[in-house]
């Protein structure tokens, strides 16, 4: 493709002089630059990639789009944000293939993860191949692909679109995190169902404040039925439960359908009944109502179950294939997943890291206990401090043995995270140890029979950063083993 034409879908560009290169690739890495590439100049949180622009020309670059004119000999493109241009160009370099997809976004604070594979899971039992973006991976069909971010950076994003479609994939979920609609890494994307979760407590140090937190998740809605093809339908479905949804219904021009248990909606769940191993409530649609059951456990899943339902409902799937899937979809890697080596109590292993989803998780648990209740958390290293001392508070409230411990620390030393912790819960009983190992050992340790254990905050996690030391750990593994140390096996 020709660079002017590419130039062509962008709207705010300083003209340059010089030639008309054919581009063979689009690069935001100058180490992946080979002859022909575009490469485009990203200011980093940790470098800063116009300093790169010079090598990306050594390897063969055919023009550099960046925020300022550039000392090389190749064609610079100067635009204002080269993040959101790349969104642009990538889009339009990989063919748009989200035009030819039928494309959900889920966002909100908690659920994303749990929403997208129960859509991925309604849409494969419609027949349809599917493609998922999140957190646990990527799946293009049968096929996982590690991920490092949520919802990857434009590029990344485009070239796997392009990948689904070339695979035929017909119908994509994907999480669509605050960071990502800030930075425009998700502005190429034409979707066609939005879906909201909710909204809590959850990455201020990145957004500030809570409303602009809000406002970062409301840029998909906004951007839902404004844009490309207008004459697909496009759906925003809202949690009428969650107050923050009122904002979204004022910003997005597509079809708005609700879900919820206690305000009125579109789609309700109702009749709701929760056992240790699974739960049944009255689906409530449009199209009837059917009393559904399901493995999964906790309120906070049947809200998910509610979304999901609802947007597979706007793609147009039938009330029955939903609810066939719903009745047989088990949980999700890390999510509430048990850990069963025969011990006679329970060890629930579970993503939950902020206050609002560990609260969930524990009064779920609470349900159900007849005896003692422990848990095992920690809090991220710089990421959102304010977060600490409302984890420490909702784990002691809820469990009868609090321990705190690590969660990737990062560069910040994990003592003082625990500090942090600790001062919101002055007065209270607690146990403190630094080694996550250390900690899930000293739960595991003091069980007795019917207790629970819930070991929070990593779920699918498989390594610990300290540092910058990225080191295995996997609190399944390490709680299978601590379980069979403790029986003398090992
Ligand atoms: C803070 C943040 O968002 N960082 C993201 C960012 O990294 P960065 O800014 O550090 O990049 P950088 O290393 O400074 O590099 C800048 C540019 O120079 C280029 N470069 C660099 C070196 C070189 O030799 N040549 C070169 O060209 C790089 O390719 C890049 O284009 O760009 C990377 C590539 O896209 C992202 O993976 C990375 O996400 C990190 C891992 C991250 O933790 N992000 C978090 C905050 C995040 O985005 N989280 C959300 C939601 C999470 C949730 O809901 O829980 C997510 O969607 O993942
Ligand atoms: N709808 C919900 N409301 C509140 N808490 C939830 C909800 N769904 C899941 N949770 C809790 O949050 C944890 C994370 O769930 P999930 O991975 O689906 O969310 P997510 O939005 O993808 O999270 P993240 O943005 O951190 O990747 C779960 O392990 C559970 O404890």
Known sequence: MKLQTLLSYLHDFTAYAGENPDISSIEMDSRQVKKGALFICIKG?????????????ENGAAAIIAERPLDVDVPVVVVRDSRRAMAVLADAFYGQPTHKL?????????????????????ARKAGKKTGLIGTVNVKIGDHAYPTQNTTPESLLLQRMFKQMVD?????????????????????????????????????????GTMDEYRNAKGLLFAQLGNRYDHKRPK???????????????????????????????????????????????????????????????????????LAAASACLVSGFPLPVIVEAIEDISGVAGRFETVDEGQNFTVIVDYAHTPDSLENVLRTIRQFAKKNVYVVVGCGGDRDRTKRPLMAQTAVKYADVAIFTSDNPRSEPPEQILRDMEAGVPGARYVTMVDRKEA???????????????????????????????????????AREVIKERRGIC
């Open 45 to 57: 949180f940790t470098v800063d990639g116009h300093d790169f622009a010079r090598q990306a020309v």
């Open 102 to 122: 039928h494309l959900i976004g889920v966002t909100g604070t908690n659920g994303k993860t749990t929403t997208t594979h129960i859509i991925e899971h309604i």
């Open 167 to 207: 695979e035929g994939v017909e119908i994509a979920a994907m999480e669509v995190s605050s960071h990502a609609l800030h930075m425009g890494r998700v502005h190429g994307c034409d979707y066609d169902v939005a879906v909201f979760t909710n909204l809590t407590q959850d990455h201020l140090d990145y957004h």
């Open 235 to 305: 759906f925003a479905i809202l949690n009428n439960d969650d107050p923050a949804s009122q904002y979204y219904k004022h910003m997005t021009a597509a079809t708005v359908i609700t879900y919820g248990i206690e305000t009125d909606s579109d789609i309700m769940a109702k009749q709701i009944e929760i056992a240790p191993n699974g739960m049944a409530f009255d689906l409530v649609t449009p199209y009837g109502t059917v009393r559904v059951r399901t493995k999964l456990i906790g309120l906070f899943n049947v809200y998910n179950l």
């Open 440 to 478: 899930i050992r000293y739960a595991i340790g003091q069980a007795e029979e019917g207790d629970i254990i819930l070991i929070a905050g990593k779920g699918h996690e498989t390594y610990q950063i300290i540092g910058d030391r990225i080191m295995d750990f996997d609190d399944r593994a390490v």
